[in-house]
Structure formats: C-alpha cells, structure tokens
C-alpha cells in the first residue's frame, strides 16, 4: 500500500520560508516520480514541482521557479519542497503525489496517482 505523509506547513509572513516534507512508503524511488500539488479553496488543484529521485530531473510550475526547490533524500524515501518569497497566493493545502510528469510545460500526474494527506500552508500579507 503507497503512503505519503506531507508535514512542515504552517503560518508565514508574506516574503518567508517554509520546508515541506513528505515521508513515501510503500512506492519505489528507483523509477517513479514524486511530486507536490496545492489546492486553494475555490481554485484548481495545481501541479507545483516534480522529481524522478533516481536521476535528480526536476519540474516546476512558471509560478513557482526561482522561488521553490524540490529534492529528494533516497535513503529517506522522503521528499522536500523548500519554499521561499512566499506570496499570499501560495496560500493552499499542499500535497504530495507520486507518479507526475510534465506535460506542454504543466506539472501533472497520471489517472493511477496516490495522493497523500495535504498540509496547510498560509501566507499572510
């Protein structure tokens, strides 16, 4: 059974930091993508970044490159967003999902996606 467990959101300041982590079990980190998706009340559900862990190509949304890195520790099977210049539009439930990709220059996933439990993130302006 694939599990992700998404921690570290919370309040922040608008011009702020925050590090996401998303502990995976049960998925292999050897050939499958994980990434980071956020939904804002009322909005779309968004693709934000993406990783292949076993050889370290990543993807963002326009919104977000320069601003957020995503990366992977494999000893860990745990995945990081660390999130910086946060703007009150990155205000949103953020959660990890496994098997995305990029597709025409958005950040998706395929239909068989495990998404795990979100984490809040608020960014106050």
């Known amino acids: 059974e694939v599990q992700l467990q998404a921690s570290g959101g919370g309040l922040v300041q608008a011009g702020g930091s925050l590090r996401l982590s998303c502990v995976v079990s049960g998925f292999s980190f050897d050939d499958g993508a994980i990434g980071w998706f956020r939904q804002a009340p009322g909005k779309d559900r968004e693709g934000v970044a993406c990783?292949?862990?076993?050889?370290?190509?990543?993807y963002y949304a326009d919104s977000v490159k320069g601003r957020f890195t995503i990366s992977s520790d494999n000893a860990k099977n745990t995945v990081y967003l660390q999130m910086n210049s946060l703007k009150p539009e990155d205000t949103a439930g953020y959660h990890c999902?496994?098997?995305?990709?990029?597709?025409?220059?958005?950040?998706?996933?395929?239909?068989?996606?495990?998404w795990g439990q979100g984490t809040e993130v608020t960014v106050s302006s």
């Open positions: 999902v496994t098997e995305c990709l990029q597709y025409d220059s958005l950040v998706v996933h395929t239909l068989t996606a495990y």
């Open positions: 990783i292949r862990p076993y050889d370290g190509i990543t």
